[in-house]
DNA sequence: GTCAATTATCTCGCTGAGCGAGATATTATC
DNA sequence: GATAATATCTCGCTCAGCGAGATAATTGAC
């Protein structure tokens, strides 16, 4: 029975450990953490079907205008990603990511992916509900929208 | 009944949360990023009754030690924390970090922290359980040791 | 006991991430 | 059609964090 603290504390371990596997990835292959974020970000973005505009990433990493332009250029120097003006609002840059970045995120990530699923499979679905719903609070706790 | 990869990516967003969170209590209060995550392990350690040296505080952090040497100039700089030579092995130097870190620590996450605690008091005792076992295996999981 | 190897931290010089201020281009408002 | 609001970019600058190497303390080998 661990308390309500030691289950908090425990989350925001995840948090830090999340950080670390993101920075090293980032330094193994000459990028920075930022980077690395931003190209999650993108990816979700791109797999919820969402717009992936630069004001919308900087948002999401933190980052001033500047900053953001920063970052996508570093990406597209890269040949992770490229810039496209959104035909509607031509004041808008959307942001597309390449098939590498995919790649490259699988490469990176799947392994640990697929450790958490495989853990997650060891719960009944009713304690996996559970789990689904705690984490679906706790963004709403920690986002203040 | 959510997919598994649903949930990992509620759990990738929780991280993301947490770090805007971070960013932002740290550009609020003159400090960087990475001061604050510094400050929150120090805390961490600190409860948890482990030694707090400069060189488990950067491999913590992903830092190199002049790095490290950086993070720990600044704090003390703020009055956040103290060095002390560890009598025991005086290569090392011992972080002591100051009341007002703990204080700060409480008003910056306090409130959040309240959320997610009274959050977890909405699921059945063995809920609880299974989500702190899920992190338990997330953080074994995201950390090679 | 002493000399080397190892460990923990710090100093120095440098690169570049990200900030503030402001420019530019596009769209909404009246 | 002028004005305001929005989205992004450019410029110049500061300072976080890296690599290389110095310093100091400890451990191990002989």
Do not use: K, W
Request: hydrophobic share 45%.
């Amino acid at each position: 029975m661990p308390s309500e603290m030691s289950t908090v504390h425990l989350l925001r371990e995840v948090a830090v450990q999340f950080g670390l596997r993101s920075a090293e990835f980032a330094a193994a292959n000459g990028m920075h953490p930022t980077d690395v974020r931003a190209l999650i970000c993108l990816l979700d973005a791109e797999r919820a079907g969402e717009p992936a505009t630069a004001g919308r990433l900087g948002a999401r990493l933190g980052l001033n205008s500047a900053g953001t332009t920063g970052v996508v250029d570093r990406l597209v120097r890269l040949g992770y990603v490229r810039r496209e003006r959104d035909p509607h609002d031509r004041r808008r840059v959307r942001i597309v990511v390449d098939e590498r970045a995919v790649a490259l995120g699988e490469a990176a990530f799947g392994p640990l992916i697929g450790r958490i699923v495989d853990l997650l499979r060891t719960f009944t679905p009713a304690e996996r509900d559970a789990i689904h719903r705690f984490l679906l609070g706790t963004v709403a706790a920690a986002d203040p929208d």
